[in-house]
C-alpha cells in the first residue's frame, strides 16, 4: 500500500511538475491584447533581417532571412561583424549590437564592415519596415505557442 501511494505521489508529482512547466511559457494577457501590442510595436519598426550569434568575443551572423534587408545587402551566415557605424564589434556582445541598431534608428542605415573568409568586406545595409505579412505572422506565432490557439489566422485590425 505504502509502494503504491508513493508512486501515485510521485506520479503525481511529476504531472504537476510538467503542467507547471507549461504555464511558464504560456502568456498571461489575453491574445486580443497581446496581438494590439506586437502590432503596435513591430508596426513602422525597422529590422536587419539577420539573426546574430555572440562569440566570445565578437558577433557572427548566424542566419539571414531571405529576401530581407541583410539579404538584399549581401551579408552571409559566417560573416564576422569588425565594425558597425563605425563602432568596432570584434569584442562586442549582443547587448552592445542593439545598442548599435538603437543609434541608427533615425536613419535607417548601417555600414559594416565583416569578415568573411579571412577578407574584409564593406556592406551598407538600409534597414526595412516590418511588412504586414511578417506583423501577421509574428502575431500567429505569438498565439500559436503562448495561447495555445493552434493555426491563428490575425484578423486585421478594424479601421
Not at 498571461?28 to 506586437?38: L, R
Not at 558577433?59 to 559566417?78: E, N
Not at 552592445?96 to 538603437?102: G, H, R, T
Not at 551598407?124 to 506565432?141: C, F, G, H, S
Request: proline letters at 5%; one cysteine or more.
Amino acid at each position: 500500500m505504502i509502494v503504491r501511494l508513493s508512486h501515485l505521489s510521485l506520479a503525481a508529482l511529476l504531472f504537476v511538475s510538467a503542467a507547471h512547466a507549461d504555464d511558464r511559457r504560456m502568456c498571461t494577457a489575453p491574445a486580443s491584447e497581446c496581438e494590439k501590442a506586437i502590432r503596435q510595436l513591430s508596426s513602422g519598426r525597422r529590422y536587419l533581417g539577420a539573426e546574430i550569434k555572440e562569440l566570445e568575443p565578437g558577433i557572427i551572423i548566424k542566419a539571414v532571412i531571405d529576401d530581407g534587408p541583410a539579404s538584399r545587402a549581401d551579408l552571409k551566415p559566417g560573416d564576422r561583424l569588425m565594425s558597425v557605424n563605425g563602432h568596432p564589434t570584434v569584442e562586442a556582445n549582443i547587448k552592445d549590437f542593439k545598442q548599435i541598431l538603437y543609434s541608427a534608428k533615425a536613419t535607417g542605415v548601417l555600414w559594416v564592415i565583416v569578415l568573411r573568409q579571412g577578407v574584409l568586406k564593406k556592406v551598407d545595409v538600409r534597414l526595412e519596415p516590418y511588412t504586414k505579412a511578417q506583423i501577421d505572422n509574428m502575431v500567429a506565432q505569438h498565439l500559436a505557442q503562448r495561447h495555445g490557439i493552434p493555426n491563428a489566422t490575425a484578423a486585421a485590425p478594424q479601421q
